[in-house]
Nanobody, 123 residues
Framework: QVQLVESGGGLVQAGGSLRLSCAAS????????MGWFRQAPGKEREFVAA????????SSAESLKGRFTISRDNAKNTVYLQMNSLKPEDTAVYYC????????????????WGQGTQVTVSS
């Protein structure tokens, strides 16, 4: 019954921006830390960013700091990933995840996952 549904992916030109959304249902959203992961073709899934239940604490992959920003709106049960200055190497399926604990970068510590949304960045 717990569902995480990502949206906002698509095809963008290098240098452009996208804002991904993840709408949660079936859980008390404000009790969950949220995270974003991505998996590019031929590569393992990697951590992108995470945010605590309160939104006070955030964590981002070092290589993405300055371009990607995570945020949440507990009133809307939604977490966002703002992606700026996109590069072809950002092409991947982006996954939203939820954890009823404090934020973590470890994917195996998340409790629930969305189906993913495709982001393709053209050169």
């Amino acid at each position: 019954q717990v569902q995480l549904v990502e949206s906002g992916g698509g095809l963008v030109q290098a240098g452009g921006s996208l804002r991904l959304s993840c709408a949660a249902s079936g859980l008390t959203f404000s009790n969950y830390a949220m995270g974003w992961f991505r998996q590019a073709p031929g590569k393992e899934r990697e951590f992108v960013a995470a945010i605590s239940w309160s939104g006070i604490s955030t964590s981002s992959a070092e290589s993405l700091k300055g371009r990607f920003t995570i945020s949440r709106d507990n009133a809307k049960n939604t977490v966002y990933l703002q992606m700026n200055s996109l590069k072809p190497e950002d092409t991947a399926v982006y996954y939203c995840a939820a954890r009823e604990r404090r934020i973590t970068r470890r994917e195996n510590e998340y409790d629930y996952w969305g189906q993913g949304t495709q982001v393709t960045v053209s050169s």
